[in-house]
């Protein structure tokens, strides 16, 4: 998880030669002075995560990653994450660290550095950091102070430009596993593997009686230009699946009806190819989008937060409409985040009504696949250490689902990616979802070996082969550094096209307890405390008493609440047997949160449908 930012800190001159003479490279002279802060304030920020990524790759000896991004957040957030050495999150001791340096006064800087080096034991030497960035238009600004900062303490740097969070972490993991740290992965590197797994993967499936069309939501942000990328590397070889982009976030539209396609290309309003934007994207290069509308009423967050469409579908209903080739139970959905490390998905049933699967039905559905390929490989169950890591947001009903019907464990952390994949990793095969739709797996060298063995072995029946094969590319499908919405995405649809499954039967697996989020301001969020698992509130005393007093009038009830950790707000989660009883509840537990723990502003609303 990144650090906390210091948003409400004034503009500061860093002493850039300060740093420089002590710390620089003669032989990479760079820069003037200094460097400007500008209007948003964060750059300061982003210098120091220039300086704090070169200490740790120093520490390492490995690639570290510098991703500019706020996520799912309002375009005029920023943010930043610092990629670990093995294309995983910053470990945690390294984020207190980061967040001492975020938030030090310039003249503590110096000490900060030194405190580092003599904890870490690092001697600074050849170090190489690889830069990327999301569609906010600070981004440039905010780029320019994390490089000096790098250039400040003598590190290198390759800047990859626009890319997803995930393709980050994939450039890290990959140069990392390979001991030459001078070579550079290329974006190149990750939708081939994407596209080659995907292809062999679909090799095994039956051809769908129908074609099937995915509209792809990419939030108006970085997600839109690669899943453009994506969707017409498959086309080369995929006939029956079509993805449909929509809010890419182009000439300033918003919520733009504007990815189409027409005669197989994608166009956008102004009949701008997109593929011009592909070309002009050379694979290192830099180009701003000039996007607009970043995560705003669409999004995975705003889809699974509301539990609504978002806006700027119109263009898949529209094309349905006009092909013969399509059916209704093809047609199905998915949003990204603003960084598209987030997905989930959606349809309209027979009565236009509006059906989500959100993380925790993605983790039923590749739980599913696996368990049956397992069984069908005749590996018994407990050959291998098999596991879904969910947070206390899961559905209750998905948690059954797994532990009952796939009768696999389940494992609860806290909220926050770090968390999940830290306990995934301790498994063989660790599937981990948040709810809100960030997830990945996680396979042990062991099972890799076994399934890459079985795939092989002419002793066995074709159907094992096959099966292990198809396990294969299944693993070569999956992003195993990070959540992934485009890989995640092709894991979905591998597994509808393994079953001749519809969205509508993936849906039927279990059904989803009605449930409500809401978010409170109070006074001061760090006064509510949790249980580490966070289902039992801590702090303000009382308020759990009364919560459970509260849940124990609805029948399946369960709530819970917890400070959010990157908005200044706590938030709540109900789920009851019926939506109106789950608003009830997280409405009731709102009102009781604002007025037991000093609320601020007007008191919560009931839920509007
Ligand atoms: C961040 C986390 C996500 C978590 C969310 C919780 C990463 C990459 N993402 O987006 O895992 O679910 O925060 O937000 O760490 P909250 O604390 O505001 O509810
Ligand atoms: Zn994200």
Known sequence: MSPILDQTRTNEIFHYNLLF?????????????????????????MFRMGILAVLYANYTKKVAGI????????????????????????????????????????????????????????RLGNSLVYLAHDTRKSCPVLLEACILGINAMGGK??????????????????????????????????????KTAFFNFSQDCPDPPYRILVGVDTANGVGALKMERLQILLRENIKYLEFTVVNMGLNGNATGDIGYIK??????????????????????????????????????????????????LSSVHDFRKESPFFEDQNVHYASFDGDADR???????????????????????????????????????????????????ANGSSTLYIRDNLNMKVYFTPTGVKHLH????????????????????????????????????????????????????????????????????????????KYGWNITHWNSMYQDLPNRLM????????????????????????????????????PKGRAFLRPS?????????????????????????SVLAFDMAAGVGDRPLRPSK
């Open 21 to 45: 003479s002590k710390y620089g490279k003669k032989d990479i002279l760079y820069g003037t002075a200094g460097f400007r802060t500008n209007a948003n304030q964060l750059d300061h920020v």
């Open 67 to 122: 991703m500019i991004t706020a996520s799912h957040n309002p375009e005029c957030d920023n943010g930043v994450k610092i990629i670990g050495n093995n294309g995983e999150m910053l470990e945690e001791n390294w984020e207190s660290y980061a967040t001492i340096l975020a938030n030090c006064k310039d003249e503590e800087i110096v000490n900060s550095i030194d405190m580092i080096m003599s904890d870490f034991i690092i």
């Open 157 to 194: 740097y390759q800047n990859y430009g626009l890319l997803t969070t995930p393709q980050l972490h994939f450039m890290v993991y990959t140069a990392n596993s390979d001991s030459d740290i001078s070579y550079y992965p290329a974006e190149r590197d990750y939708f081939d593997k994407l």
């Open 263 to 312: 005669h197989g290309r994608t166009t956008n309003s102004n009949n701008h190819t997109l593929n011009d934007e592909i070309e002009n994207n050379n694979e290192m290069g830099t180009i701003q989008s000039t996007q607009s509308g970043l995560n705003l009423n669409c999004g995975a967050d705003y889809v699974k937060v509301n539990m609504k469409p978002p806006t700027g």
């Open 343 to 393: 997905i989930v998905f959606y349809y309209f049933d027979k009565n236009h009504e509006f059906n989500l699967l959100d993380g925790d039905k993605i983790a039923a559905l590749i739980a599913y696949y696996i368990k049956d390929t397992l069984k069908i490989c005749e590996l018994a169950p407990n050959d291998f250490d098999l596991g879904v890591v969910q947070t206390a947001y």
């Open 422 to 497: 830290h306990k995934a990793a301790q498994l063989d095969v660790g599937i981990y979802f948040e709810a809100n739709g960030h997830g990945t797996v996680l396979y042990s060298k062991k099972f890799v070996q076994k399934i890459a063995e079985l795939s092989k072995d002419g002793t066995k029946s074709s159907k094992i082969n096959t099966s292990a094969r198809n396990m294969m590319n299944f693993i070569n499908l999956t992003n195993q550094s990070v959540g992934d919405a485009l890989s995640d995405l092709l894991l979905v649809e591998a597994i509808l096209l």
């Open 519 to 554: 978010k409170i301001k109070i006074n001061d969020r760090t006064l509510v405390k949790t249980s580490p698992d966070e289902t039992i509130c801590l702090s303000p005393p009382a308020l759990q008493e009364a919560i459970d007093s509260l849940v124990s009038r609805y």
């Open 565 to 589: 950790g990157t908005e200044d707000v706590v938030r709540i989660y109900a789920e009851a047997e019926s939506q109106e009883k789950a608003d009830d509840l997280a409405h009731s537990i």
